[in-house]
């Protein structure tokens, strides 16, 4: 079953936009990952952000962590058509990763 | 070097045949995993090898399976398989401990498998 659910589902802005996906998961987690993927291609980790941090940044990223919601949120700003790929938050232990569902982000030049 | 690969790329069989899909990496990783990938879901994970052992086998049909002939190899070995076993294959490699910062899986580009 997956640990993590995304919405939305589906995402399309226009390049220079924000664009901001959240994940949901349902049990304890010592940390959270962020993974992109480009159509067809394999995952490429973005971010980890530990359970006692409530935000991190990296780049045009940023990430939250809201434990008592079980919730985490990753913004991309000023979003480019290179972004467009599908976003999957991730929860560990890393030796039985769980994906959510993810977020499919249309950057339209 | 972060990278692994995956052979083949593309991969058509037939439902009596028998393929093997290959997965390499040479970042000193102990754990390596396989997923299926259908179009539009999240990689759903099928096995994990930790020191070269199989540690974990998502109820997987026996038509997959799996082999890790060394550190830096994984196999999976497909044989009978049927149509709705099309997917995205993907191989993927990490520690399998330490410092959190390491708890990161690094991905192959994937064998995209058609059966007919």
């Known amino acids: 079953s997956q640990q993590g659910e995304e919405d939305p589902q589906a995402l399309s802005i226009q390049e220079g936009e924000n664009a901001t996906m959240n994940c949901s998961y349902k049990?304890?987690?010592?940390?959270l990952q962020w993974y992109r993927q480009n159509s067809g291609r394999g995952l490429v980790h973005l971010i980890l952000i530990r359970s006692n941090e409530r935000e991190k940044h990296s780049g045009r990223l940023r990430v939250t962590l809201d434990t008592s919601k079980k919730s985490s949120s990753l913004l991309i700003t000023a979003s480019r058509a290179a972004d467009t790929a599908s976003y999957f938050c991730?929860?560990?232990?890393?030796?039985?990763?769980?994906f959510g569902a993810g977020t499919r982000l249309t950057v339209k030049p | 070097d972060t990278e692994v690969t995956q052979t083949p790329k593309h991969l058509v069989m037939g439902m009596t045949n028998k393929k093997s899909l290959k997965c390499e990496q040479h970042?000193?990783?102990?754990?390596m995993y396989w997923y299926k990938q259908k179009a539009k879901k999240p990689p759903e994970l099928m096995f994990v090898y930790s020191y070269e052992k199989l540690s974990i086998n998502e109820s997987v049909p026996s038509r997959f399976s799996p082999e890790c002939p060394n550190s830096s190899l994984l196999n999976l070995h497909l044989h009978a398989l049927q149509p709705e076993d099309s997917a995205l294959y993907l191989c993927?490699?990490?520690?399998?401990?330490?410092?959190?910062?390491?708890?990161?899986?690094?991905f192959g580009a994937g064998t995209r498998l058609s059966v007919l």
């Open positions: 049990t304890s987690i010592n940390n």
């Open positions: 970042m000193g990783h102990r754990a």
């Open positions: 991730a929860t560990l232990p890393v030796l039985r990763m769980r």
């Open positions: 993927a490699s990490s520690q399998v401990r330490g410092a959190l910062a390491k708890n990161i899986q690094y």
